[in-house]
């Protein structure tokens, strides 16, 4: 099994910025990917952003481009989603997962590709 805790949510006015974490711990593979997804009220959970193990490809969703930044630390298991210029369409849940694969490069964007999820840490921001 895998653990996954997020931290670094919270309220903040439109504008401003918050940094997400996300702490992997237990029986993690030697490669993965790791991505940060949101939801919000009566709405689907949809991708914000992936990172490889290698940490040399991403991907973010379009609506998160130029403002958001995910990085990872390997030695601390660590995803980081550096969020700026931040919106109040950007109020959700937000949730890191983890996505198994032999592939250092791969980034995967789709829920459905993911094996284990964290709680989810709440970012709201006023307007």
């Known amino acids: 099994q895998v653990q996954l805790v997020e931290s670094g949510g919270g309220l903040v006015q439109a504008g401003g910025s918050l940094r997400l974490s996300c702490a992997a711990s237990?029986?993690?593979?030697?490669?993965?990917?790791m991505g940060w997804f949101r939801q919000a009220p009566g709405q689907e959970r949809e991708f914000v952003a992936a990172?490889?193990?290698?940490?040399?490809?991403?991907h973010y969703a379009d609506s998160v481009k130029g403002r958001f930044t995910i990085s990872r630390d390997n030695a601390k298991n660590t995803v980081y989603l550096q969020m700026n210029s931040l919106k109040p369409e950007d109020t959700a849940v937000y949730y890191c997962?983890?996505?198994?694969?032999?592939?250092?490069?791969?980034?995967?964007?789709?829920?459905?590709?993911?094996?284990?999820w964290g709680q989810g840490t709440q970012v709201t921001v006023s307007s």
């Open positions: 997962a983890v996505s198994y694969s032999s592939n250092s490069n791969y980034a995967p964007f789709s829920r459905w590709e993911y094996d284990y």
């Open positions: 237990g029986r993690t593979r030697s490669t993965y990917a």
């Open positions: 990172i490889s193990w290698s940490g040399g490809n991403t």
